[in-house]
């Protein structure tokens, strides 16, 4: 008996779940039409696609934890090449699946691959994208900076960037030129944090950091980017900053290398 004949979905949905990402596929099929947050992640779509433009014809993204490729799609049907890469072969076979039954204009546009955020020291150094896709990961990622650092390397015009947060607002500007002896600035309401979560959190033992909005925004810089818009909850969007490059494009690119098990004396 297939899926079809117990539950009226196409054939395959239930085969290949659970699902996180609920995609509407062309049947009317939805594949997590359950999900505790509401119909996700269309609403989110909702939020940031107005900020992306709508022809991306000719532009070369990277959706970074794609899952089940719900963002990959949308930015291919907007005309762009797309790879999508995730650590869990799971929601890869179901991104791969999705991608057949969405037809050769969507298909033919996606690549899905396995990888660690990590794995993008690998790829060939002159290799970058126009739009990248970090939404959902940082949070995930045990070596968050690292992470961080890896991805904003690749990005040529723009990323998106989506994370868990720890709620506060407050930005404090005047972290700049201070000594031993003020220590007790980094207490201050805005000094940028990251809460560590030892212990799983809302379930998942993944669940590793959250930032507050100025860690995010000291991060991103930190990285070589600024934030250039917020059109959502927990959203950013961030571009290339050429005045000030990150640290691991210079003074401090051994540490990178190395943290990547990559040659590092005399570079
Ligand atoms: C919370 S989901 C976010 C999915 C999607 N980006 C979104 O925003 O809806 C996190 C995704 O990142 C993937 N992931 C977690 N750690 C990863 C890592 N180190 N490298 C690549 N993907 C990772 C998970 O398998 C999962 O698909």
């Known amino acids: ?16 779940g659970p699902w996180f990402h609920n995609l509407h596929l062309p049947d009317g099929t939805q594949t997590c039409p359950g999900h505790w947050a509401g119909d996700f992640p269309a609403f989110k779509w909702l939020e940031l696609a107005p900020h992306v433009p709508e022809d991306l014809s000719g532009w070369s993204c990277l959706d970074i934890g794609c899952n089940a490729g719900f963002y990959t799609f949308e930015l291919a049907r907007r005309g762009a090449r797309v790879l999508g890469i995730d650590v869990d072969e799971r929601y890869l076979r179901q991104a791969r699946w999705a991608a057949s039954r969405f037809g050769p204009g969507v298909e033919s546009r996606v690549c899905f691959e396995q990888m660690q955020v990590y794995d993008l020291a690998r790829m060939p150094d002159d290799q970058s994208f126009d739009l990248v896709l970090f939404m959902g990961v940082l949070y995930h990622l045990r070596y968050p900076m690292l992470g961080l650092d890896l991805v904003c390397q690749r990005v040529r015009r723009r990323m998106v960037f989506q994370t868990l ?3 506060g607002e407050t930005v404090f500007e005047d972290t700049h030129g201070h ?16 809460a560590f979560i030892e212990h799983e959190f809302a379930g998942d033992p993944t669940n590793w950091w959250a930032p507050d ?40 690119r051994s540490e990178l ?11």
């Open 1 to 16: 008996m297939n899926a079809t004949a117990v539950n009226g979905n196409e054939p395959g949905v239930d085969a290949l």
């Open 165 to 167: 947060t720890m709620p």
């Open 213 to 252: 909005h100025a860690a995010v925004e000291a991060m991103v810089r930190s990285a070589g980017m600024r934030v250039v818009g917020r059109p959502g909850h927990e959203i950013y969007l961030c571009e290339p900053d050429p005045q000030r490059p990150s640290c691991v494009a210079t003074w401090n």
């Open 257 to 267: 290398l190395s943290a990547t098990g990559r040659p590092w004396r005399d570079q």
């Open 179 to 194: 000594g031993f002896e003020q220590r007790e600035l980094f207490t201050r309401d805005g000094w940028p944090k990251l």
